[in-house]
């Protein structure tokens, strides 16, 4: 019975290592399919080479982060393929194990057959039942013939079944050394692929490098109008938080405005705002459809051009035409106005208890102001740039206070 035992344990786990081998390599596969997916849909968002500075700049910062994408995604390829060299070694061992077991069990299995073909004849079995002292011990003996002739049965089940868990290990050995082929193949067309794009941006940047003058002055000016706007959401929050202390104070007269919070909230608020701090770094991306992030947050240097050089209060999202802006959590729209300098391209404001996040270059609005939004509501058409881009600046704030929209957004 023990011997029984044994085999099952021995089984039952090779059965269970074979489970997580391949979910292992299932997993691996299921992440690698989420990131080719996300590298076809925002290559679709790379424009063609423009002849105009705005047009060769946003390509440039485009195809950049694009090759920052494709050699992750390279980097990615590597780490699985050392990891299912990892799992054909492991596998391997498994084989040997099984393997060694199963000739031990083989070889015992046959001695015994041995034996009991000399001593399993119906004289001997006869003669053994009749030497019996008594009637109980002839029943005893009865008993021990039939559960052994069904041990030697059970025997030979396993040895089958050890057999066939043997035949699933070789398979999986072959499926998984098929699975690194396909995994190097592949690596290879993505490595092309991105010394592709890498001798594209060199192209471009050496076009650009001829035109740092032009380009610094573009900048400058983009800067300035940049700085403006965000003039502009300073003074409504300002006047916004002024308009609350007011009304704080009128209230309860013997507070003096020296106590009083920047933003008094009432329950709901509170609510709210806890809700929106618990889910940092869950956030919707603020734009349908694919995207790609062109422009990050805080300082961002053109690369390959020296001392060029643009400061982001918030990120620039790129998406395809006829994408939309949707608000990232629910809230109220607190503020719209039109871009100074561009007719038609609005910014959103919306509240979220203290934090607000702000949609840039929008068009065919469906909010207006004191309009309630719920997570993911269309606010309208992100239209196109100077550069005939969908491109959406998006910001977000802790009243006055400017956040990384990057630590908050599950870009």
């Known amino acids: 019975m023990k011997y029984i035992l044994s085999f099952l344990i021995i089984l039952c786990t090779c059965h269970s290592i074979y489970g997580q081998t391949n979910a292992k390599v299932k997993e691996m596969e299921s992440e690698r399919l989420r990131i080719e997916q996300q590298i076809a849909e925002s290559s679709k968002l790379l424009s063609s080479t423009q002849k105009d500075v705005d047009g060769q700049l946003a390509q440039l910062s485009a195809l950049s982060e694009q090759i920052k994408k494709q050699k992750q995604y390279v980097g990615r390829l590597a780490a699985d393929v050392k990891a299912v060299d990892r799992e054909i070694r492991s596998i391997g061992d498994q084989l040997v194990t099984l393997q060694a077991e199963l000739e031990r069990r083989r070889n015992h299995y046959a001695h015994a057959l041995q034996l009991m073909s000399r001593k399993n004849t119906f004289e001997n079995r006869l003669m053994f039942l009749l030497s019996a002292e008594s009637f109980s011990q002839m029943v005893r003996r009865m008993r ?71 380009i610094r002055s573009r900048i400058a000016q983009q800067q300035r109008e940049r700085d403006k706007l965000n003039e502009q959401i300073n003074r409504i929050i300002e006047e916004e938080l ?3 202390k007011k009304k704080d104070s009128a209230d309860d007269t013997k507070k003096s405005d020296s106590t009083m919070p920047a933003y008094k909230e009432n329950a709901a608020d509170k609510k709210l705002t806890g809700s929106f701090q618990s889910n940092k770094g869950k956030f919707p991306v603020p734009i349908t459809g694919p995207y790609l992030v062109t422009s990050h947050y805080g300082i961002n240097y053109v690369a390959g051009l020296n001392n060029v050089k643009i400061n982001n209060h918030g990120v620039d999202v ?42 840039f270059n929008l068009a065919a609005l469906r909010v207006k102001k004191g309009d309630k939004v719920k997570t993911g509501e269309q606010l309208g058409l992100v239209r196109p740039d100077l550069s005939g881009l969908y491109t959406m600046q998006f910001q977000l704030r802790k009243d006055t206070e400017r956040l990384n929209p990057e630590q908050w957004i599950a870009f």
């Open 144 to 214: 021990y013939l039939r559960e052994y002739s069904n041990f030697q049965q059970a025997q030979g089940e396993l040895l089958m079944a050890q057999q066939k868990e043997l035949d699933a290990k070789r398979a999986e050995l072959e499926s998984t050394r098929q699975a690194k082929r396909n995994l190097l193949v592949k690596q290879i067309e993505q490595q092309q692929l991105l010394d592709k794009q890498q001798a594209e941006q060199q192209k471009l940047l050496s076009g650009l490098k001829k035109k740092q003058k032009e």
């Open 242 to 244: 002024a308009a609350q």
């Open 318 to 359: 790129r998406g395809l035409e006829n994408c939309y802006a949707r608000a990232i959590f629910e809230g109220t729209v607190s503020a719209i106005f039109e871009h100074p300098q561009i007719q038609g391209s609005y910014i959103v404001m919306i509240r979220h208890g203290q934090y607000i996040s702000a949609y």
